[in-house]
């Protein structure tokens, strides 16, 4: 439940029909909003840009981007693909880095390829994205020359062309999903005279088969142009150090061949009719329903103006939601969520849309609800509780930023300023937000969101679209019917609530300490509370006026009943049923103006609510938890949403084979035991709420119950909020006895199958190994293994990948189940084209072999632990980081070793170490294979 409201800027200029010798403008040239003051804005002679956010979070880090005004809207008829293409090779070799070597190198620094080494293309840029962990005037000068060499300097050898034509195969089989797919449907449909829709970024298969360097490297060459591109540099630096780098590094940048015609995007035509579009995809479950409006965007410098008009809009999406989540909590509601939004496609088109799931038999009355909500909104408009409540949550909102904007990582900032300079957005000081929506809140009334909700779905090209799969056997025409239908039913008057009070703010006496210890070689703290509950505490910096809160309680899956697998897996639904004195919807009303989320997540050992909030609702949301805990409401209308998420859930797993990974072979792992990996999704609809209210609440009682809260507040307030919520419960009850509960089977002998899997169009396959960990492995002993996996998954990457083309990225892993004794495996994971799965297993078992032999190097060693060093002294910079470290130390005592002293442990693993242990625990013959292939692609 995310209490605030989600604003949509899209503070667009006019695009540019060429670029002028000077370069691109930056978006605030012509406006009257300004930039954040924060931010140094500079242009070099030959027209390249630059912007610099110095920023301290975390401590000595520094992110670049490298943004190119080039993507697949660029390419021509005979290079659809090429943008994409040419952004793979910039990491197979250039003028400073050779090929296969810069990778390597950049491990040496602490980057790691994929989390801190990056690129996409879209349909108008190339971003290249680069994360030091260390912001030495060595370091950033390395980072820039290879952001240079990006720039200009990719060889485009036909040995790497070849290898990444290989590559982006695989890539195209990964990203072939049913979201996907819908994404390219719905594009044909909503601009069918675009280039949108001949132009995607994963291009046409046929032309990067026949790709030629010549032919990559003329794209390149069109349109690396200096005056189109932007470095931004973002994090623990100063201006004037990092303008001079660039300044040495980029100042030479030239031109390489003549500049050819900007694309351009044909407008829409608008239509008063809505036209009726049906996708069919057997991954789909339910069924998917949007309106849309598309308008043309017309050029202009985005002002303040602007700026409050779209705050009005999004002040009418607060309210709509505010109806649709009441529409969504009713019993036997068709509908299992809505969401509602518009944003610019490419700064040339303004896209609203109104969607929300339903089941294949309900779609007609989900179809009605969507048409009258959005008639109703049209032409009433909204109530006077609706709009004070908006006013409050955008009052709230817009205040709240300015006291968290320490809080954003160099990361988060790098990322927001590329993509507003790729949107041609103005990025604003939160001070300055605030001083216009102070101003504009007094007029923030139902005629100026109204008009705004009007502007913003009048005048377009209307559709709807029906997403399903091949039960759904409407047609347009059917489609169209219940749609007009919705048109003519009289409308009500739209229900105006008043908002009530939070009925859970005492839980008794506050809560007696009886013990509390500072944590050995720690700033935190342990404090047990008389009745049973205990606070583990950590006061950080890293988040200004930011405090997450955890509660975990109960058995969880561990004496889940034989006789009803899954049943734990309800529990995703447990807030949408709200609680005894509010329903979900009128806690979402008495929330707003606050800040914080809630999320429930049921685990194999427990159950465990979070919040994120500012210190000032700290002592609100945890009233919150505690509410959720002792007095859940179990209403027989949540289990719609219910069903909605779960089937979300499956969704997205059964999108392809990657979802028997998590219901087949879990439980083939572990002797068909249904508490590792999803249950089958039929089997879930045979249970009421009833079935888990039972199971459930009996768990509420059992000690110890552990709070983890970690963030900027004091533990003399922390213990206060605890004191006064869970402190306050009646006295827990011993926990009982769970050592029947911990034993999960290995597998007698290891399995070699091959599951085909149905109902999907991915012709993607995979190969998984599991190899078994069947003894105690100390936290110091687990550090180590992910040592070894990661160099595994390195020799993966280099030989699967890169040299033979097969795969996209192969991933290794440590699993051990800490909740069962003795029980865990270390894992790898290849995708390929399902006719080279057995090639690819057995690429996979000649590195294992050698491996196991001692053929480790110094050097690989040396380089994954720098990059596990470089993500662990990131990561100890969070709040989410030490909230999730507490909890695991709470639970399991081993684990504070690894808390306390990981990167010690890292820093001095061995050589020695790390091949004693490849040639322990990859024993030959021993790991089970899994090969998992679509029946598609049997049939081809």
């Given at each position: 439940?995310?209490?605030?409201?989600?604003?949509?800027?899209?503070c667009?200029?006019?695009?540019?029909?060429?670029?002028?010798?000077?370069?691109?403008?930056?978006?605030?040239?012509?406006?009257?909003?300004?930039?954040?003051?924060?931010?140094?804005?500079?242009?070099l002679?030959?027209?390249?840009?630059?912007?610099?956010?110095?920023?301290?979070?975390?401590?000595?880090?520094?992110?670049?981007?490298?943004?190119?005004?080039?993507?697949s809207?660029?390419?021509?008829?005979?290079?659809?693909?090429?943008?994409?293409?040419?952004?793979?090779?910039?990491?197979?070799?250039?003028t400073?880095?050779?090929?296969?070597?810069?990778?390597?190198?950049?491990q040496?620094?602490?980057?790691?390829?994929?989390?801190?080494?990056?690129?996409?293309?879209?349909?108008?840029?190339?971003?290249?994205?680069?994360?030091?962990?260390?912001?030495?005037?060595?370091?950033?000068?390395?980072a820039?020359?290879?952001?240079?060499?990006?720039?200009?300097?990719i060889?485009?050898?036909?040995?790497?062309?070849?290898?990444?034509?290989?590559?982006?195969?695989?890539?195209?089989?990964?990203?072939?999903?049913?979201?996907?797919r819908?994404?390219?449907?719905?594009?044909?449909?909503?601009y069918?005279?675009?280039?949108?829709?001949?132009?995607?970024?994963?291009?046409?298969?046929?032309?990067?088969?026949?790709?030629?360097?010549?032919?990559?490297?003329?794209?390149?060459?069109?349109?690396?142009?200096?005056?189109?591109?932007?470095l931004?540099v973002?994090?623990?630096?100063?201006a004037s150090?990092?303008?001079?780098?660039?300044?040495?590094?980029?100042?030479?940048?030239?031109?390489?061949?003549?500049?050819?015609?900007?694309?351009v995007?044909?407008?829409?035509?608008?239509n008063?009719?809505?036209?009726?579009?049906?996708?069919?995809?057997?991954?789909?479950?339910?069924?998917?329903?949007?309106?849309?409006?598309?308008?043309?965007?017309?050029?202009?410098?985005?002002?303040?103006?602007?700026?409050?008009?779209?705050?009005?809009l999004?002040?009418?999406?607060?309210?709509?939601?505010?109806?649709?989540?009441?529409?969504a909590?009713?019993?036997?509601?068709?509908?299992?969520?809505?969401?509602?939004?518009?944003?610019?496609?490419?700064?040339?088109?303004?896209?609203?849309?109104?969607?929300?799931?339903?089941?294949?038999?309900?779609?007609?009355?989900?179809?009605?609800?969507?048409?009258?909500?959005?008639?109703?909104?049209?032409?009433?408009?909204?109530?006077?509780?609706?709009?004070?409540?908006?006013?409050?949550?955008?009052?709230?909102?817009?205040?709240?930023a300015?006291?968290?904007?320490?809080?954003?990582?160099?990361?988060?900032?790098?990322?927001?300023?590329?993509?507003?300079?790729?949107?041609?957005?103005?990025?604003?000081?939160?001070?300055?937000?605030?001083?216009?929506?102070?101003?504009?809140?007094?007029?923030?009334?139902?005629?100026?969101?109204?008009?705004?909700?009007?502007?913003?779905?009048?005048?377009g090209?209307?559709a709807?679209?029906?997403?399903?799969?091949?039960?759904?056997?409407?047609?347009?025409?059917?489609?169209?019917?219940?749609?007009?239908?919705?048109?003519?039913?009289?409308?009500?008057?739209?229900?105006?609530?008043?908002?009530?009070?939070?009925?859970?703010?005492?839980?008794?006496?506050?809560?007696?300490?009886?013990?509390?210890?500072?944590?050995?070689?720690?700033?935190?703290?342990?404090?047990?509370?008389?009745?049973?509950?205990?606070?583990?505490?950590?006061?950080?910096?890293?988040?200004?006026?930011s405090?997450?809160?955890?509660?975990?309680?109960?058995?969880?899956?561990?004496?889940?009943?034989v006789?009803?697998?899954?049943?734990?897996?309800?529990?995703?639904?447990?807030l949408?049923?709200?609680?005894?004195k509010?329903?979900?919807?009128?806690?979402?009303?008495?929330?707003?103006?606050?800040?914080?989320?809630?999320?429930?997540?049921?685990?194999?050992?427990?159950?465990?609510?979070?919040?994120?909030?500012?210190?000032?609702?700290?002592?609100?949301?945890?009233q919150?938890?505690?509410?959720f805990?002792?007095?859940?409401?179990?209403?027989?209308?949540?289990?719609?949403?219910?069903?909605?998420?779960?089937?979300s859930s499956?969704?997205?797993f059964?999108?392809?084979p990657?979802?028997?990974?998590?219901?087949?072979?879990?439980?083939?792992?572990?002797?068909?035991?249904?508490r590792?990996?999803?249950?089958?999704r039929?089997s879930?609809?045979?249970?009421?709420?009833?079935?888990?209210?039972?199971?459930?609440?009996p768990?509420?009682?059992?000690?110890?119950?552990?709070?983890?809260?970690?963030?900027?507040?004091?533990?003399?307030?922390?213990?206060?909020?605890?004191a006064?919520?869970?402190?306050?419960?009646?006295?827990?009850?011993?926990?009982?006895?769970?050592?029947?509960?911990?034993?999960?089977?290995?597998?007698k002998?290891?399995?070699?199958?091959?599951?085909?899997v149905?109902?999907?169009?991915?012709?993607?396959?995979?190969?998984?190994?599991?190899?078994?960990?069947?003894?105690?492995?100390?936290?110091?002993?687990?550090?180590?293994?992910?040592?070894?996996?990661?160099?595994?998954?390195?020799?993966?990457r280099i030989s699967?990948?890169?040299?033979?083309?097969?795969?996209?990225?192969?991933?290794?892993?440590?699993e051990?189940?800490r909740?069962?004794h003795?029980?865990?495996?270390?894992?790898?994971?290849?995708?390929?084209?399902?006719?080279?799965?057995?090639?690819v297993?057995?690429?996979?078992?000649?590195?294992?072999?050698?491996?196991?032999?001692?053929?480790?190097?110094?050097?690989?060693?040396?380089?994954?632990?720098?990059?596990?060093?470089?993500?662990?002294?990131?990561?100890?910079?969070?709040?989410?980081?030490?909230?999730?470290?507490?909890?695991?130390?709470?639970?399991?005592?081993?684990?504070?070793?690894?808390?306390?002293?990981?990167?010690?442990?890292?820093?001095?693993?061995?050589?020695?170490?790390?091949?004693?242990m490849?040639?322990?625990?990859?024993?030959?013959?021993?790991?089970?294979?899994f090969?998992?292939?679509?029946?598609?692609?049997?049939?081809k």
């Open positions: 439940m995310r209490c605030i409201i989600a604003l949509v800027f899209c667009l200029l006019s695009v540019p029909s060429a670029f002028a010798s000077t370069g691109m403008p930056w978006p605030h040239e012509g406006s009257d909003l300004a930039p954040d003051p924060r931010i140094t804005f500079g242009r002679d030959n027209g390249v840009r630059l912007a610099v956010f110095p920023s301290g979070n975390p401590k000595g880090a520094v992110s670049l981007r490298l943004y190119v005004a080039a993507g809207l660029h390419e021509n008829s005979a290079e659809l693909g090429l943008a994409h293409f040419v952004e793979h090779l910039a990491f197979n070799g250039t400073h880095f050779p090929a296969g070597k810069l990778v390597e190198f950049l040496r620094q602490g980057m790691g390829f994929g989390a801190d080494v990056n690129a996409f293309t879209s349909y108008s840029s190339t971003i290249y994205k680069l994360e030091l962990n260390n912001n030495n005037s060595g370091n950033l000068r390395e820039l020359q290879i952001l240079r060499d990006y720039a200009d300097g060889l485009f050898d036909p040995a790497a062309v070849e290898q990444e034509r290989g590559i982006i195969r695989a890539e195209g089989r990964v990203r072939d999903t049913m979201a996907m819908n994404e390219i449907e719905q594009t044909r449909i909503l069918p005279v675009s280039l949108l829709v001949e132009r995607l970024p994963i291009g046409s298969p046929e032309i990067i088969e026949h790709a030629t360097p010549a032919a990559l490297q003329a794209f390149y060459h069109a349109w690396y142009q200096p005056e189109r591109m932007t931004v973002t994090g623990d630096i100063t150090e990092v303008q001079g780098e660039i300044r040495r590094a980029f100042d030479d940048l030239k031109s390489s061949a003549p500049p050819r015609p900007e694309p995007l044909a407008p829409v035509k608008a008063e009719k809505f036209l009726v579009n049906i996708h069919r995809d057997p991954g789909m479950l339910g069924t998917s329903l949007t309106l849309e409006n598309i308008r043309n965007n017309t050029p202009h410098a985005f002002g303040s103006k602007d700026f409050i008009n779209r705050l009005y999004d002040a009418a999406y607060h309210s709509i939601a505010q109806r649709t989540d009441r529409l909590a009713r019993k036997d509601s068709p509908e299992g969520g809505f969401s509602m939004k518009t944003a610019a496609v490419e700064q040339v088109y303004l896209r609203s849309h109104f969607e929300c799931g339903t089941s294949i038999n309900q779609w007609k009355a989900a179809l009605r609800d969507l048409t009258l909500e959005l008639r109703r909104a049209q032409s009433q408009g909204f109530t006077a509780a609706e709009i004070a409540r908006g006013r409050l949550g955008l009052e709230s909102w817009f205040k709240e300015i006291t968290t904007k320490k809080s954003k990582t160099s990361s988060e900032l790098a990322d927001e300023l590329t993509a507003s300079f790729a949107n041609n957005e103005i990025v604003m000081s939160p001070e300055s937000q605030w001083s216009f929506v102070s101003a504009a809140l007094p007029n923030l009334t139902t005629e100026t969101c109204q008009a705004a909700l009007n502007e913003a779905w009048n005048n090209r209307k709807i679209l029906v997403t399903s799969n091949a039960s759904f056997t409407a047609t347009p025409s059917d489609v169209a019917e219940v749609h007009d239908q919705g048109l003519t039913i009289p409308l009500g008057a739209p229900d105006d609530q008043a908002t009530a009070h939070f009925g859970y703010t005492n839980f008794g006496l506050p809560g007696e300490v009886a013990a509390k210890t500072q944590l050995s070689g720690s700033d935190s703290w342990e404090i047990t509370f008389r009745n049973g509950v205990r606070l583990h505490f950590k006061q950080t910096a890293f988040e200004t006026n405090v997450q809160v955890s509660i975990r309680f109960g058995i969880g899956r561990l004496n889940e009943p006789d009803k697998p899954g049943l734990g897996m309800l529990a995703m639904g447990q949408f049923g709200g609680l005894g509010h329903t979900l919807n009128e806690l979402g009303q008495i929330l707003t103006g606050t800040h914080g989320s809630v999320v429930f997540n049921v685990g194999t050992d427990g159950f465990l609510f979070t919040t994120t909030s500012t210190p000032e609702n700290t002592l609100l949301f945890t919150l938890l505690t509410a805990i002792v007095d859940p409401a179990f209403r027989e209308e949540s289990r719609s949403q219910t069903n909605a998420t779960l089937a499956y969704q997205q059964w999108d392809g990657q979802g028997v990974i998590n219901e087949l072979i879990g439980p083939q792992l572990a002797g068909g035991d249904s590792v990996g999803m249950p089958r039929t879930l609809d045979a249970y009421s709420l009833t079935d888990f209210k039972n199971w459930f609440m768990q509420v009682k059992f000690a110890p119950m552990e709070v983890i809260m970690v963030g900027d507040i004091s533990l003399e307030a922390a213990v206060q909020v605890v006064q919520t869970v402190g306050a419960l009646p006295a827990l009850l011993p926990t009982p006895d769970l050592e029947k509960y911990r034993t999960v089977p290995f597998p002998k290891p399995f070699d199958f091959t599951w085909t149905e109902g999907t169009k991915s012709e993607s396959g995979f190969v998984q190994l599991y190899w078994p960990l069947p003894k105690h492995v100390s936290g110091a002993e687990q550090l180590r293994l992910a040592l070894m996996m990661d160099i595994l998954e390195d020799r993966l699967i990948r890169q040299t033979m083309g097969k795969t996209y990225s192969p991933s290794t892993g440590v051990m189940h909740d069962f003795n029980y865990g495996w270390l894992t790898c994971q290849v995708e390929a084209n399902p006719a080279d799965l057995l090639r297993q057995k690429a996979v078992q000649e590195q294992v072999a050698r491996l196991a032999k001692g053929g480790i190097s110094a050097d690989e060693l040396q380089r994954v632990q720098q990059v596990q060093l470089a993500a662990r002294e990131r990561s100890q910079q969070t709040n989410s980081y030490w909230r999730s470290a507490l909890d695991e130390g709470a639970r399991y005592p081993e684990s504070a070793e690894m808390r306390d002293h990981g990167t010690e442990i890292l820093r001095s693993a061995t050589l020695p170490e790390i091949n004693r490849a040639r322990d625990y990859f024993r030959p013959n021993q790991a089970s294979i090969r998992i292939i679509p029946k598609a692609a049997v049939k």
